[in-house]
């Protein structure tokens, strides 16, 4: 699978673009880019067009001045009209929730249907508390390819202790043995992690009341209530907010990550049926 970068009035995107038909937008989650299709499960490339750009300051998409969720919104409806897409689904994954609500609220025209899983809808990480301090100094443009590479390598030695440990990241749900295929898909996961200059703009985003409350298409927030990465009070605050929103509260083995386990199948099922219903 290859990658194309073009030039929009508001600088360079690269994306991935696979599949004919509806197109869905996908805006993948922090330390992510083009090449991340797990959330891509359950579609028919014969039905839909999976559209998957790379947020400013990941992969080959600059940040270029784009460092907010609506500029990089700004941008992705550039490359939408360059695509001469008139209106898509938009799939705003963990920390690529932010930028799918700035399209949603500010180009409600474009999008036929949100979907919001495992999203931040309001501010994520407090800038005095522990977690924080450790992504800023582990996950900046200068440490984040070490710390990527030595995840890399010790998972091509120990993978099934690499996933317990990052399994805990992801879930707060208690005595879960590691299926292989778990494993394999996490390993895969993780070998297309690059942070760049991506993940530092992701943490300090925020979104205001007053923009989430702006939303009216068709939306489905689906969140695990065992998710350890973003809080479940994202999901409760995205569907307070947004006017007819259906709420998906899950009970999931992998947390955050809803498209591993053998759980992932029933998640998968009813996002799709969101969407053709």
């Not at 609506?70 to 897409?85: N, T």
Request: with cysteine; aromatic share 10%; proline share 5%.
């Amino acid at each position: 699978m290859n990658s194309k970068v073009t030039t929009t009035i508001y600088g360079d995107i690269e994306y991935v673009s696979i599949g004919a038909g509806i197109p869905v937008v996908f805006l993948h989650g922090g330390h992510s880019n083009c090449f991340d299709t797990l959330a891509h499960k359950g579609f028919d490339l014969s039905k839909y067009n999976l559209i998957t750009p790379s947020r400013p300051g990941y992969g080959l998409t600059p940040v270029a001045g784009n460092n907010t969720a609506r500029k990089a919104a700004d941008l992705i409806i550039d490359l939408l009209d360059f695509l001469e897409i008139e209106t898509a689904i938009f799939y705003g994954i963990s920390a690529g929730g932010p930028t799918a609500i700035e399209i949603a609220a500010n180009y409600p025209e474009k999008v036929k249907k949100l979907i919001l899983a495992s999203a931040v809808t309001m501010p994520w990480l407090d800038k005095n508390e522990r977690t924080y301090k450790i992504a800023k100094k582990f996950f900046n443009p200068s440490t984040e390819s070490f710390i990527w590479g030595m995840v890399r390598t010790v998972s091509g030695i120990f993978p099934k202790l690499l996933a317990r440990n990052f399994y805990r990241q992801f879930s707060l749900y208690p005595g879960y043995d590691l299926r292989a295929e778990d494993v394999k898909e996490l390993i895969n996961l993780l070998g297309k992690y690059h942070s760049k200059n991506g993940f530092m703009i992701d943490i300090d985003q925020d979104i205001s009341d007053e923009t989430i409350s702006r939303i009216y298409p068709p939306t489905l927030v689906i969140h695990s209530r065992n998710d350890n990465s973003v809080s479940i009070d994202h999901a409760l605050n995205a569907a307070e907010k947004i006017r007819g929103s259906q709420l998906e509260m899950l009970n999931n083995e992998w947390g955050h990550i809803l498209w591993i386990g053998p759980d992932a199948d029933d998640t998968i099922d009813r996002i799709i049926e969101f969407i053709e219903k």
